[in-house]
C-alpha cells in the first residue's frame, strides 16, 4: 500500500508563484520516476513535469522555463515550484510515483494522489 498525498495548491494572480509537495508513504523500498500531471475541467490528464530516479527532469513546453520539479529522496517527496503562472495552469494537479514496493522483486507500480486545486486568476 502507497499513498500519495500533495499540498500547496491554492488560488494566485497570474504572475504569481506557488510550490506544490507530494509526500509518499507506505510500503516503499524504491521510487523510480515521479511526476506532476494535471488535469482542467473537460480536459484529459496531462504531462507537467517528470524528475527520474537520477534526477533527470523532462517538462512540458508550456511549463518550461516556469516550472521546477525536484525530488528529496529522504522524505519520498516531489517538489513542483511554479512560478509565473498562469490562468492557463490552472488545473488540479497529481504526482505520480513509479514504485518498487518490495526488495526482492523489481515490480513496478505506479501511484497517484488524489490531487491539489491549482486557480490562477487574471
Known amino acids: 500500500q502507497v499513498q500519495l498525498v500533495e499540498s500547496g495548491g491554492g488560488l494566485v494572480q497570474a504572475g504569481g508563484s506557488l510550490r506544490l509537495s507530494c509526500a509518499a508513504s507506505?510500503?516503499?523500498?524504491?521510487?523510480?520516476?515521479m511526476g506532476w500531471y494535471r488535469q482542467a475541467p473537460g480536459k484529459q490528464r496531462e504531462l507537467v513535469a517528470t524528475?527520474?530516479?537520477?534526477?533527470?527532469?523532462n517538462y512540458a513546453d508550456s511549463v518550461k522555463g516556469r516550472f521546477t520539479i525536484s525530488r528529496d529522496n529522504a522524505k519520498n517527496t516531489v517538489y513542483l515550484q511554479m512560478n509565473s503562472l498562469k490562468p492557463e495552469d490552472t488545473a488540479v494537479y497529481y504526482c505520480?510515483?513509479?514504485?518498487?514496493?518490495?526488495?526482492?522483486?523489481?515490480?513496478?507500480?505506479?501511484?497517484w494522489g488524489q490531487g491539489t486545486q491549482v486557480t490562477v486568476s487574471s
Open positions: 505520480n510515483a513509479d514504485v518498487q514496493t518490495s526488495v526482492l522483486r523489481y515490480r513496478v507500480t505506479t501511484y
Open positions: 524528475i527520474t530516479s537520477g534526477e533527470n527532469t
Open positions: 507506505g510500503r516503499i523500498f524504491s521510487i523510480n520516476t
